[in-house]
């Protein structure tokens, strides 16, 4: 059977202001005296609501660095997405093999392997079969409220592992079975990819959210950007505020999508095993690049802090703030 999954349900947001007064992941009300010039666009990226916002004294020149980033986004949603059927990666899954790859799908996918490697596996980008699954079957009337049976995820398990992915510069090669997702790590990806764009324009100061953040320099405030983290029991309320000065935050959290009411079943897979993420109510990385932040939030999900510790000298992640099952926060540093 054919299964569309749709996006997650959190709304993503890509907010860019260059020169700007402070954006966060959830709004903390901060005002700032450079809200003059103000350019607004409003629209969808990856299949969600987005927003994107620059201050610039040249209302033109603003605009056009709105049109330039836009066409960035769309061109990589193009390569990465779940959900538009004319994608590169629905034509990987579909037909197994892509001759002559655009550089970024094959940058992103050896990106994907570098970080499964290094979290043994607990980053795959070959999840998939695992979401088609507890999706189908809590999309069921009346479905059986413990999960799927154990054949079942153990056989969507078998079907999982990065290794099974093949690629170089001349071809991409998929094993029959497996199904790509870069749903965990896209994101962050097209959030650096923007700020590249921003930065060689000349913006020193912004911050890009695409669900994942990136700030450039600090505030035009003189001050650190204040990025908050949701609380996950209340996602519209705040947990904590980050001050962060060119670095990328990205959260993960089993609250981001849940299957079942009580929130055993979310989103956060466990590659070996088939089981949802059950450590930490979330986890928050910071890190030089969004696409590493995005990526190794998804995987400390399923590790103990000891692994993460481990991980983190080799990942360039610098922080890792944690909420435990209990609701008990923690602070880990690199």
């Known amino acids: 059977m054919s299964w569309q999954i749709s996006p997650l349900s959190r709304r993503r947001f890509i907010r860019i202001s260059a020169a700007a007064a402070g954006l966060t992941l959830v709004p903390i009300g901060c005002a700032s005296r450079a809200a003059a010039s103000l350019v607004t666009w409003r629209g969808t990226a990856l299949g969600a609501e987005a927003t994107m916002q620059i201050h610039h004294p040249d209302r033109d020149e603003a605009q056009r660095l709105i049109a330039r980033s836009l066409t960035e986004v769309r061109r990589l949603e193009r390569l990465f997405s779940l959900y538009l059927d004319d994608s590169a990666l629905v034509e990987l899954n579909r037909i197994r093999v892509l001759v002559s790859p655009a550089p970024e799908l094959v940058e992103l996918l050896e990106l994907s392997a570098r970080y499964a490697e290094l979290t043994h596996g607990a980053f795959d980008p070959t999840v998939q079969p695992l979401w088609e699954l507890y999706a189908e079957h809590f999309s069921r009337s ?85 990025v908050a983290i949701a609380d996950p029991d209340e996602p519209t309320r705040i947990a904590a505020v980050l001050p962060i000065v060119n670095r990328a935050v990205a959260t993960s959290g089993a609250y981001g999508l849940r299957f079942d009411p009580t929130g055993r079943f979310n989103h956060l897979f466990n590659p070996a095993t088939g089981a949802c993420a059950c450590l930490y109510r979330s986890v928050t990385t910071v890190a030089d690049r969004a696409t590493a932040a995005d990526a190794l939030s998804t995987a400390f999900s399923l590790m103990p802090r000891d692994r993460i510790q481990s991980v983190m000298r080799s990942t360039g992640i610098q922080r890792v703030y944690l909420i435990d099952a209990d609701g008990k926060p923690s602070r880990l540093q690199a």
Do not use: C, F
């Not at 999960?147 to 153990?154: F, I």
């Not at 999982?160 to 998929?174: C, H, M, P, S, T």
């Not at 097209?190 to 324009?201: G, M």
């Not at 320099?217 to 650190?224: K, L, Q, S």
């Open 142 to 226: 009346g479905a059986d409220p413990t999960g799927p049976s154990e054949a079942a995820v153990r056989a969507a398990v078998a079907r999982i592992g990065y290794r099974k992915l093949v690629v170089n510069r001349d071809r991409i090669v998929v094993s029959s079975g497996t199904v790509v997702t870069l749903n965990g790590i896209a994101q962050g990806y097209i959030t650096d990819k923007v700020v590249d764009l921003l930065s060689a324009e000349g913006i020193e100061h912004s911050l890009v959210d695409m669900g994942e953040t990136r700030a450039i320099g600090t505030h035009p405030d003189d001050r650190p950007w204040d």
